[in-house]
């Protein structure tokens, strides 16, 4: 801001307000996206530890991992992106689930089955009958439950020390807007009381 108008080092209320819209307007646009990251980052969080009580359930309601499957999918979808590290965390388990499920589904929804036939039959021998199956489901092993929940539970306390961290970021945006409101408000009383003095010896 220059502090010459029109030839006087006089500077008016309305440049004071000018300067101070541009000074603020950069730091309200960081601290909203800081804002935004930070909300986003706290919805990855809960996805992550809803996906790891999903798990730990898993060792005693004796549910398959189609419902964890869905959560970690949808989790990627949604977070990957802005969060690359949840990709990174949960790709490897996508892809193992993906392939268990893909290989049931593969052995098709029949299956052929030898059956005797009844004794007495004077041909003997047996038949080939075609009956329906139900997939097997797809389990996973405490272990794999464990190593699967520690690293989530790992990633969640990753980003907790992030979120620590924008915090003390939306706290500095936060303390450079007081700064630019205080800086306004001493100079525009400075200038008001220039202003009063002039009037003041003129009359």
């Known amino acids: 801001m220059s502090n010459n108008v029109s030839g006087s080092n006089f500077i008016s209320n ?11 307007d950069g730091i309200y646009g960081h601290m909203r996206d800081a804002m935004d990251t930070s909300n ?16 730990l359930q898993m060792k005693t309601n004796g549910k398959d991992a189609t419902e964890v499957n869905a959560a970690i999918h949808d989790a990627i979808a949604k977070y990957g992106e802005e969060f690359p ?5 949960l790709q490897g388990f996508a892809d193992d689930l993906d392939s268990r499920f893909a290989e049931e589904a593969a052995k098709g929804t029949t299956q052929r089955t030898m059956v005797l036939n009844i004794p007495g039959n004077l041909r003997g021998g047996s038949h080939v009958e075609v009956v329906g199956r139900n997939p097997d489901p797809v389990t996973l092993d405490e ?3 464990d190593d699967w929940a520690k690293a989530i539970g790992d990633k969640v306390d990753g980003l907790g020390k992030q979120d620590q961290l924008g915090l003390i970021n939306i706290q500095e945006f936060n303390a450079q ?3 630019a409101k205080q800086t306004a408000s001493a100079l525009m ?15």
């Open 14 to 24: 309305s440049e004071i307000l000018t300067w101070m819209q541009e000074k603020t």
């Open 40 to 55: 986003n980052r706290a919805h990855a969080e809960d996805a992550l530890n809803d996906i790891k009580n999903q798990l």
């Open 85 to 89: 590290e949840i990709s990174k965390c």
């Open 143 to 145: 272990k794999q439950i």
């Open 177 to 179: 807007l007081n700064q």
């Open 189 to 203: 009383d400075a200038a008001d009381k220039a202003a009063n003095s002039i009037i003041s010896h003129i009359s």
